[in-house]
Each structure stands twice: as C-alpha cells, then as structure tokens.
C-alpha cells in the first residue's frame, strides 16, 4: 500500500485544525460556564473513561504490544513523507 504524502499532511493539518477547534470551544465552554458545571463535564468524562478500561481491560504487554505497533507505523510514515 502507497501513501501519498500530500494526502497525509492534508490529513494531519486537517487533524490539527478540528483539536485547535475543540480546545478553542472547550476555553469559551469553560470561561461562560460557572466551575461546579464545567467540572461535572469534566468528571463525566473521566469517569467514562475509568468505566471502559474496566469494560476493555488491557494487560500489561498487550498494551506494550499496542504501543510498539504504533510507535513502528509512526516511523515508517515519517521515512515515507
């Protein structure tokens, strides 16, 4: 499989502008917003986050295994672009 370069810094580019959009309405959620509400979003968030790790346990090399996968495909991207 070949990847086009130009097509993968679109997407990065494309990738980078939506998370500057999110921390831009999260900052305007957060300055509008009393702290008991926008830390209760915070705190659903999180909790969300502990319950799924409990539902999609990962064992300790599983996640190394994980890590390792992406950490190669970061580095064949990177000689390809």
């Not at 086009?4 to 917003?33: P, Y």
């Not at 950490?71 to 990177?78: A, D, H, I, T």
């Amino acid at each position: 499989m070949e990847i086009d370069a130009r097509e993968l810094r679109k997407d990065i580019e494309m990738n980078r502008q939506e998370r500057m959009k999110f921390i831009a309405l999260w900052a305007d959620f957060v300055r509008i917003h009393k702290d008991k509400e926008w830390s209760l979003q915070q705190n659903i968030l999180i909790n969300s986050m502990f319950q799924n790790s409990k539902n999609y346990p990962l064992t300790k090399e599983q996640y190394l295994e994980i890590k390792a996968a992406s950490n190669e495909r970061n580095k064949n991207q990177s000689k390809r672009a």
